[in-house]
């Protein structure tokens, strides 16, 4: 007997603003993506062992409080959770681009919520292929 993986369904939202965490949970709740908010990355990769096979993007700040920062973040993602969608986002370490897996997408800040909204689509629509 198969069990079926559920959908990824979850938008996981990982930024320690609370201001613009808020932002981003109220715009990516406009989409079909059930949003999930965490303040750090450890917070995140928790959340990613309960219910990784449900998420179908991260949206997180590069710069995060903890032992992790968001770049760690995307490379455990990439290497553990190949089909999630990572969408980092930062107004400061932009000098940190060159160490993101290829497979991340980088929105600097401020962010316009339409490039926010054209990642989640991607996500709904376009899940990453699993690794053969």
Do not use: Y
Request: charged share 25%.
């Amino acid at each position: 007997m198969t069990t079926m993986q559920p959908e990824p369904h979850i938008a996981l939202i990982v930024e320690d603003d609370p201001d613009v965490r808020e932002l981003a949970a109220a715009l990516l709740e406009e989409t079909t993506l059930d949003v999930v908010e965490v303040e750090n990355a450890e917070a995140a990769l928790h959340c990613l062992q309960e219910r990784g096979g449900e998420v179908a993007m991260i949206f997180a700040d590069i710069r995060l409080p903890g032992t992790m920062d968001g770049v760690q973040l995307a490379r455990a993602a990439c290497t553990l959770w190949p089909t999630i969608r990572i969408v980092l986002t930062s107004g400061a370490a932009r000098d940190r681009l060159d160490e993101l897996p290829d497979s991340v997408t980088f929105i600097p800040k401020p962010w316009r919520g339409l490039d926010v909204l054209v990642e989640a689509d991607k996500a709904i629509r376009e899940p990453q292929p699993p690794v053969a």
